[in-house]
């Protein structure tokens, strides 16, 4: 069973400011199946990055994917009001259970 | 554009059955697997299960022995079933579609909260 290990728990930050979230694997995984959801309260996930870097529909480029083995980044380049949510990383190999990462709160500072 | 809606009661008893439906409008199951995903107050997201229009399914190991899911003939509705449900079972339930293309949920509904409670 993979675990996926989000870092930090929460990340207080400042619009505008970088934001740098960490998803780390058990065991190395492939690219081809990482990705990354943003969780905002009442709502449903939505879909931010797919196979580790590519950004899904309608996402803005200050969001970008990276990584490769156990380890993967999530960067929002410069904060918007908007950005301030859960984050969370998630894998599936074809063998159950799939996983998500417990998650990155990007809070206001 | 395909969506997808979750319906069901809100609040079941434990030791019962929590019994809920997603409704696929603007297509059909048979362009994707349809999972069922939670997440209890204050944590974070679990994955349930799938059920593809090929009628094939694959559970969370830790939920497997009270999870039943189905489609039906016009493959625009599928049900979740858990049984013998507890206070742990408190969650928002969200069904979500999977793309092949993608590897990953990019149709979500809104979700639905139930809780279990007496």
């Known amino acids: 069973e993979i675990v996926l290990t989000q870092s930090p728990g929460t990340l207080s930050l400042s619009p505008g400011e970088r934001a740098t979230l960490s998803c780390r694997a058990s065991?190395?995984?492939?690219?081809?199946?990482l990705a990354w959801y943003q969780k905002k309260p009442g709502q449903a996930p939505r879909l931010l990055i797919y196979?580790?870097?590519n950004r899904a529909t309608d996402i803005p480029d200050r969001f970008s994917g990276s990584g490769s083995g156990t380890d993967f980044t999530l960067t929002i380049t410069r904060l918007e009001p908007e950005d301030f949510a859960v984050y969370y990383c998630q894998h599936w190999d074809n063998s159950p259970p799939l996983a998500f990462g417990g998650g990155t709160k990007v809070e206001i500072k | 554009q395909v969506q997808l809606q979750e319906s069901g009661p809100g609040l079941v008893k434990p030791s019962e059955t929590l019994s809920l439906t997603c409704t696929v409008s603007?297509?059909?199951?048979?362009?994707?697997?349809l999972n069922w995903i939670r997440q209890p107050p204050g944590k974070g997201l679990e994955w349930i299960g799938y059920?593809?229009?090929?009628?094939?399914?694959n559970y969370n190991p830790s939920l497997k022995s009270r999870v039943t899911t189905s489609v039906d003939t016009s493959k625009t509705r599928s049900s979740l079933k858990l049984r013998s449900v507890t206070a742990a079972d408190t969650a928002v339930y969200y069904c979500?579609?999977?793309?092949?293309?993608?590897?990953?949920?990019?149709?979500w509904g809104q979700g639905t909260m139930v809780t279990a409670s007496s």
């Open positions: 979500a579609g999977w793309s092949d293309q993608k590897w990953a949920f990019d149709i």
């Open positions: 603007g297509g059909s199951i048979n362009s994707f697997c």
């Open positions: 065991q190395s995984v492939s690219s081809n199946k």
């Open positions: 059920i593809c229009y090929t009628g094939n399914t």
């Open positions: 196979g580790a870097s």
